[in-house]
């Protein structure tokens, strides 16, 4: 195990047995349940990042946190989010263009078609906003970053690229969904009642990919629960969310560690070919 993998399990063993301590989760015989509400574990625990999809909370709990010394991160989808964030508090906000996998963190606005990609609404957010702008979606090798930062971010939030390391916890159908060239993503509300990016599988061809009769947020997600549960017992991916953005074929088979060290080196050179250029 590297050696920063040895730091992570003495800190998470630090952090259950202090948690069990205060009172905020307790031992069940397989593992740590939380007891207490996130406020309390962000209060007791003081991250110094704490990020919200969908807006903000309200405003008593936004000041907890703020009050944690917590630098607040919100995500916005179009520029009106993203000057609502500032006014309302954020330190810092995520441009997540149409391109990202998962959940869409759309709040001011339900109309998935005026979704904007990552590389036009980073430099609107950028000129909108005072306050540090993360890129997120499409963003999965060294070029996208270098040119994430040309255009006004101070930063890029990276998902689909983790997915193929072997940290990840997702499925073996997911995975390889992963890696077909073919696979194409799409922007869903079946799995979940919101719209969320996913490989385009069986259950999104015939019942979605968006479908007005799709339990609203998150009931649809036990909805399909009994079909997803019974076609991962046969080891298939086409009844359960298999979320990607749509540059995840970028992705490369190398450890976390490993990547993360590779796309700074790779981002940072590129970055000074263009200072040089």
Known sequence: ?????????????????????????????????????EDELVEAFRPEIVSFHFGLPDKSLLKRVKDAGCVVV????????????????????????AEAGGHRGMFLTDDIATQVGTFALVPQIADAVSVPVIAAGGVTDARGIAAAFALGAAGVQIGSAYLHTPESKISKAHRAALTQAEAATVLTNVFTGRPARSVVNRFVREVGPVAAEAPE??????????????????????????????????????????????????ALARLRRLASA
Do not use: Y
């Open 1 to 37: 195990m590297p050696a920063c993998g040895r730091r992570g399990v003495r800190l998470l063993r630090h952090q259950h047995a202090a948690l069990v301590r205060r009172g905020l989760a307790a031992e069940d015989g397989q593992g740590l349940v939380a007891v207490a509400g």
């Open 217 to 266: 947020f998150p009931l649809a997600a036990g909805a399909v629960a009994p079909l997803r549960a019974a076609a991962e017992k046969q080891g298939s991916g086409d009844f359960g969310p298999l979320w990607a953005g749509q540059a995840a074929a970028l992705g490369r088979p190398l450890g976390a560690t490993e990547l993360t060290r590779a796309l700074a080196k790779e």
């Open 74 to 97: 919100g995500c916005a989808t179009v520029v009106k989010e993203a000057v609502w964030l500032e006014q309302n508090g954020a330190d810092a906000i995520i441009a997540q263009g």
